[in-house]
């Protein structure tokens, strides 16, 4: 597609009616349906998906994601992208922002790991729960297992499978496995760490393992993993894991009020291993959520907790990104070659101060961006 006039060269626009083989018995697009066509349209980018009344042409905001892909080289060597160009004060904080989203991605392990020791030793719902407790539900009564056959029209031109489609498949038995604990339709209201791991190509044979790892009340976290076969591999019953995802659903009832989900009890150490992750998941999910849209829904951990220090990193960065990319501001002081701005903006005053240091410009980043030195140069840190 070529960009409409006013838009940059790197923006894309595609439009979809939905058809009634496009939605939910309840009559709204399928999640699904949505991710395939996501997935058709974004690479490297973000995606902002609305919706318009053809009536009233009012538009709503319905989901937001960003994709990253992988250039899959023609021989052994390494293809390098050139990189973008800004143009806009819009573009460089985009550009900004997904730096800092790819630092986060690289550091969640080790935040995810910190969180998971501290749910083992503080969370003991999970020891608490009684076999005799009728409100608690096992959560081996919500495993899902599904096959799908990889045909041409589910694959690109590289006979590779859609992501998109993928995703799909994995909506619909993770679906299933949600409705099974509340006996309900659930919608599906996130997804948290969709990874591939691996391609899979036409005529490979796809098994979706899903199963609820905890809930929260108003929600159910359910894992969902792929496994892939082809002819020889399913003989010998060798799997590849090319995909793993959590999805976060919700329920609801005729007049729309959100159903809460029973209690789960792991009965294996297994599934107590992901009870635990879905706690983890839960608290990185409320804290990021907190802290970037300062809303009510407040963590249940401390924000200033040392586990919260990459979520806390992204709000500072991408808040101060934003202030710095305003228009207006105005040098009041220069001294030893240090500058300090104002900015002035209804009721707020902001201070900007700039200093030039002797040291690379890398070397500073690389010092300020990782957390393990951080202890050398800020006191303040414990």
Same mark, same amino acid.
């Given at each position: 597609?070529?960009?409409?006039?006013?838009?940059?060269?790197?923006?894309?626009?595609?439009?979809?009616?939905?058809?009634?083989?496009?939605?939910?018995?309840?009559?709204?697009?399928?999640?699904?349906?949505?991710?395939?066509?996501?997935?058709?349209?974004?690479? %490297?980018?973000?995606?902002?998906?609305?919706?318009?009344?053809?009536?009233?042409?009012?538009?709503? *905001?319905?989901?937001?994601?960003?994709?990253?892909?992988?250039?899959?080289?023609?021989?052994?060597?390494?293809?390098?992208?050139?990189?973008?160009?800004?143009?806009?004060?819009?573009?460089?904080?985009?550009?900004?922002?997904?730096?800092?989203?790819?630092?986060?991605?690289?550091?969640?392990?080790?935040?995810?790991?910190?969180?998971?020791?501290?749910?083992?030793?503080?969370?003991?719902?999970?020891?608490?729960?009684?076999?005799?407790?009728?409100?608690?539900?096992?959560?081996?009564?919500?495993?899902?297992?599904?096959?799908?056959?990889? %045909?041409?029209?589910?694959?690109?031109?590289?006979?590779?499978?859609?992501?998109?489609?993928?995703?799909?498949?994995?909506? #619909?038995?993770?679906?299933?496995?949600?409705?099974?604990?509340?006996?309900?339709?659930?919608?599906?209201?996130?997804?948290?760490?969709?990874?591939?791991?691996?391609?899979?190509?036409?005529?490979?044979?796809?098994?979706?393992?899903?199963?609820?790892?905890?809930?929260?009340?108003?929600?159910?976290?359910?894992?969902? +993993?792929?496994?892939?076969?082809?002819?020889?591999?399913? /003989?010998?019953?060798?799997?590849?894991?090319?995909?793993?995802?959590?999805?976060?659903?919700?329920? $609801?009832?005729?007049?729309?009020?959100? %159903?809460?989900?029973?209690?789960?009890?792991?009965?294996?150490?297994?599934?107590?291993?992901?009870?635990?992750?879905?706690?983890?998941? +839960?608290?990185?999910?409320?804290? +990021?959520?907190?802290? *970037?849209?300062?809303?009510?829904?407040?963590?249940?951990?401390?924000?200033?907790?040392?586990?919260?220090?990459?979520?806390?990193?992204?709000?500072? $960065?991408? #808040?101060?990104?934003?202030?710095? /990319?305003?228009?207006?501001?105005?040098?009041?002081?220069?001294?030893?070659?240090?500058?300090?701005? /104002?900015?002035?903006?209804?009721?707020?005053?902001?201070?900007?101060?700039?200093?030039?240091? +002797?040291?690379?410009?890398?070397?500073?980043?690389?010092?300020?961006?990782?957390?393990?030195?951080?202890?050398?140069?800020?006191?303040?840190?414990?």
């Amino acid at each position: 597609m070529e960009p409409a006039e006013g838009q940059s060269s790197g923006q894309v626009c595609m439009c979809q009616t939905i058809f009634p083989e496009h939605a939910t018995h309840r009559g709204e697009l399928s999640a699904g349906q949505l991710l395939k066509w996501i997935d058709t349209i974004a690479c %490297l980018v973000g995606v902002k998906v609305t919706v318009q009344d053809i009536l009233t042409s009012v538009q709503k *905001l319905i989901s937001v994601a960003f994709s990253t892909y992988v250039i899959r080289p023609v021989g052994d060597e390494k293809v390098n992208l050139k990189p973008v160009k800004l143009q806009s004060p819009q573009d460089h904080l985009e550009h900004s922002l997904a730096i800092e989203r790819r630092r986060i991605r690289l550091d969640h392990e080790h935040v995810f790991e910190t969180l998971m020791q501290e749910s083992n030793m503080e969370d003991g719902q999970c020891d608490n729960v009684s076999d005799t407790e009728e409100d608690t539900i096992s959560t081996d009564l919500t495993h899902v297992q599904s096959i799908e056959l990889v %045909l041409p029209p589910h694959a690109n031109h590289h006979g590779n499978t859609f992501g998109g489609q993928i995703m799909a498949w994995m909506e #619909t038995v993770a679906t299933i496995s949600a409705s099974r604990l509340c006996h309900s339709y659930p919608t599906l209201k996130s997804v948290d760490m969709f990874k591939f791991r691996g391609p899979s190509t036409v005529g490979d044979r796809l098994v979706f393992k899903a199963i609820v790892n905890n809930t929260f009340q108003k929600s159910v976290e359910v894992g969902v +993993r792929v496994e892939a076969y082809n002819c020889e591999e399913w /003989t010998i019953g060798q799997a590849r894991h090319i995909n793993s995802a959590f999805l976060i659903f919700n329920a $609801v009832n005729d007049k729309g009020e959100l %159903l809460t989900f029973p209690r789960v009890k792991p009965t294996t150490k297994d599934g107590l291993r992901r009870y635990h992750g879905a706690i983890a998941r +839960r608290r990185i999910r409320l804290t +990021r959520k907190y802290i *970037l849209s300062n809303k009510e829904d407040t963590p249940s951990t401390d924000l200033w907790d040392t586990s919260n220090q990459a979520y806390l990193s992204y709000s500072s $960065v991408a #808040t101060l990104t934003v202030l710095a /990319t305003k228009y207006g501001w105005e040098i009041t002081s220069t001294l030893d070659n240090i500058k300090i701005f /104002t900015h002035e903006e209804s009721d707020t005053l902001s201070v900007k101060v700039e200093m030039q240091v +002797r040291i690379p410009s890398n070397l500073a980043f690389f010092l300020l961006s990782d957390f393990r030195l951080r202890r050398q140069w800020d006191k303040h840190y414990l």
